[in-house]
């Protein structure tokens, strides 16, 4: 040992990637795929959800998306400040438990009242999963390996998002009943089909993570990053060295007093992501973050339905939906070697050209085709689109634990993660409303076969149904605000040390940030009464049509543009904060 002073990165960078490297990539990755089923297993399966509970519109069926991403939303704001301070292990622990355990009883509700509840209370756990997971993977791995494995670990969680259409598929449309009485009930789809209530076991299946919860109490390590920025530097040499001797055979004596740790804002809070400090940084992830969620799971919450309108069975349109997850895995993994190669800003920026490039594509090409001629064509389709959507939200990614020091680290990726989930939240219900009002006449009236099937299930076809082409090509708009904040807020972070990147976001903050924060709480606010609350509220709240029918609040001539203000307020805040000081950097 000699007396040079050291930090955390120093030394993780030395010994390269490694079997501690290899451990927490498993553990880390199967925390996210529960994770992802969790969170996938409600979009798989609210075609078969609708009938049990009596959903009647799209806002009600987007609904059932919107519940879990709220708990996500609350979870990952508490998650974050929680994992900075009681550390990484213990929250990811709390919370893989957590999301287990409130999944169960989601089997066995009997009322969409019922099941909003446990999974509200479930996305709690899976909300604060996701950042923790983040955070331990830019902290455990060596710098120039950094944007690869936290890439790597989105690519776990799509999947689950995977797994979830692969069981959800077969186990709804079982012949028979899996679970005697508990799903020995019938439901009628939409389409006229019946099966039994075997939506259940799915839920049943998302429990597991109680006992994966357990397996890392014995098998995970919590981060020196974390320890060292805590003041438990002795701690942080012991990390070090359990490390070194189990994978390098080696312990090499390093004293904690010269052990350099970045210095700790003089404040922790959530505001301080506000401050002039670290809001070009806030609106350069929130913004292009946002803008990720609300597209991408948005359009999974609808591609079934997207598909069924197009003249696919409900099966039929959950393996296109999982085959568009499947791409995603492959984004998911290659995203993160581009984004270490040419660095963050000009990936994130190609990114959003290639979605608005598939978009148009996919709104061109697909149309009605009762006689599924056109499934190998539409499965490529969706291995492109999942590709392009998924491969932009997931090229933000190694920005959010690169953009603030240890000590708010969390609390920055997770407050990111939350607030973006309104983007997600209120996507399903917003892309529902737009359903809503783009209709066209339903190609199935002019078509014998579908006519027939309707009849024979003593069901009748809509003379319209959602032009699902149309609402598609409206995310375009978001994308190119996608690209937009990416050239004006995101800076580049690739190729730099966790610690030089600490030392360089630390320092004097400016201001408390604390104003800047309260008004976006008030937008915030604003965007979950305009986009999820008010179309969530029963037919007739807000009056009723020309005629005389209970009148939703998607229909009324407010809607849409209320709904629109509350989407794009978050960004003129941005533009208006943390613009000038963007282009006063440049």
């Known amino acids: 040992m000699d007396n040079k002073e050291w930090t955390i990165s120093e030394v993780i960078d030395s010994f390269g990637i490694n079997g501690h490297t290899w451990l927490m990539f498993i553990l880390l990755g199967l925390a996210n795929i529960f994770d992802g ?37 609350l979870g990952g704001a508490v998650g974050g400040a929680m994992s900075d301070r009681i550390g990484r292990k213990k929250m990811l622990i709390i919370a893989v438990i957590f999301y287990g355990l409130f999944t169960l009883p989601q089997a066995f509700s009997s009322s969409l009242g019922v099941f909003a509840v446990w999974r509200l209370i479930a996305g709690f756990g899976v909300g604060s999963c996701i950042p923790i997971v983040t955070t331990c993977f830019s902290e455990t791995i060596p710098s120039k390996n950094r944007g690869v494995f936290v890439t790597f670990g989105m690519a776990f969680m799509v ?38 209530e075997n939506w259940r076991v799915c839920y049943l299946i998302g429990a597991l993570p109680i006992i994966y919860g357990i397996v890392l ?46 210095p700790k804002p003089a404040q922790a809070g959530p505001n301080v992501l506000f401050s ?40 039929q349109s959950v393996n296109l939906q999982t085959w568009n997850n ?35 594509v996919c709104s061109l ?18 291995l492109l689109f999942g590709f392009a959507l998924n491969y932009a939200i997931t090229a933000v990614q190694p920005l959010m634990p690169e953009s603030y020091p240890t000590a708010i680290r969390n609390t920055g990726v997770a407050w990111c993660q939350a607030f973006a989930r309104f983007g997600g939240s209120g996507s399903s219900i917003v892309l529902g409303a737009f359903a809503t009002v783009f209709t066209m006449s339903n190609p199935a009236l002019g078509n014998p076969d579908a006519v027939a099937a309707a009849a024979a299930a003593g069901t009748q076809l809509a003379e319209t149904i959602p032009a699902w082409s149309t609402v598609v090509l409206t995310l375009c708009i ?6 937009i904040c990416t050239l004006v807020f995101v800076r580049e972070t690739g190729g730099k040390t966790m610690d030089q990147l600490s030392a360089e976001a630390s320092g004097d903050i400016g201001d408390t940030g604390t104003t800047k924060f309260i008004i976006m709480m008030v937008i915030v606010a604003f965007l979950a009464l305009m986009c999820i609350v008010f179309p969530l509220l029963p037919a007739g709240t807000f009056g009723v049509g020309p005629d005389g029918a209970p009148l939703a609040f998607a229909k009324t001539p407010m809607a849409l543009p209320l709904m629109a203000t509350g989407m794009l307020l978050p960004f003129v805040f941005f533009f208006v904060f943390a613009g000038p000081l963007a282009l006063k950097k440049d």
Request: one cysteine or more; a neutral charge.
């Open 276 to 315: 002039k400090k670290y809001i070009v940084a806030t609106a350069a992830i929130w913004c292009t973050y946002f803008v990720g969620q609300f597209c991408v799971y948005g359009m999974n919450a609808w591609i079934p339905s997207w598909f069924q309108a197009m003249g696919y069975t409900p099966q």
């Open 159 to 196: 999947a689950g998002w995977v797994l979830a259409g692969l069981i959800a598929a077969p186990i709804c449309t079982a012949d028979t009943s899996i679970l005697g009485d508990l799903t020995g009930k019938q439901i009628t789809l939409a389409s006229g089909l019946t099966y039994y």
């Open 217 to 262: 109490i014995f098998a995970m390590h919590e981060t020196p990053h974390w320890y060292a920025n805590s003041g438990q530097k002795e701690k942080a040499v012991e990390a070090l060295a359990q490390i070194e001797r189990q994978h390098h055979n080696t312990v090499t004596e390093r004293d904690p007093n010269l052990l350099v740790v970045p």
């Open 326 to 360: 499947f791409a995603a895995i492959l984004s998911n993994i290659s995203v993160g070697f581009v984004s270490d190669k040419i660095g963050r800003k000009k990936n994130l920026a190609a990114s959003w050209i290639a979605c608005i490039v598939v978009i148009v």
């Open 37 to 73: 089923y969790d969170f996938m297993i409600v979009n798989s399966t609210n075609t078969y959800l609708a009938p049990s509970f009596g959903l009647q519109t799209a806002a009600q069926v987007g609904s059932l998306t919107t519940w879990g991403l709220l708990g996500m939303v």
């Open 478 to 483: 978001p994308f190119a605000l996608g690209f």
């Open 365 to 382: 090409v697909i149309n009605y085709d009762p006689s599924q001629s056109k499934m190998i064509l539409y499965v490529a389709l969706m």
